[in-house]
């Protein structure tokens, strides 16, 4: 599932994935088996008009795995200015 807001001054997205205990990945890549994935993002990207800057970046992103019961198995902070 995939929730996106993508825009000019702010973007945000969320999404989740489900990866069950006998998926069979042959013919490409799989992060983890029985798994699911949570990610949430949002950038802010205002454009002042001043000082000659045309855009800035704000980013902050989170990443969320755990196993099928619930377990956490990896958890991910990020960020960009």
């Known amino acids: 599932m995939l929730i996106d807001y993508p825009n000019d001054v702010w973007d945000v997205s969320l999404s989740f994935k489900r990866i069950g205990d006998g998926f069979d990945a ?6 983890r088996e029985g798994a699911r994935l949570f990610r949430a993002g949002i950038n802010y990207q205002p454009r002042p008009h001043r000082w000659g800057i045309r855009q800035m970046f704000f980013e902050q992103g989170y990443f969320l ?17």
């Open 65 to 81: 795995a755990t196993d099928l019961a619930g377990s956490w198995q990896a958890m991910k902070s990020f960020s960009r200015r």
């Open 26 to 31: 042959s013919l490409g890549f799989m992060p």
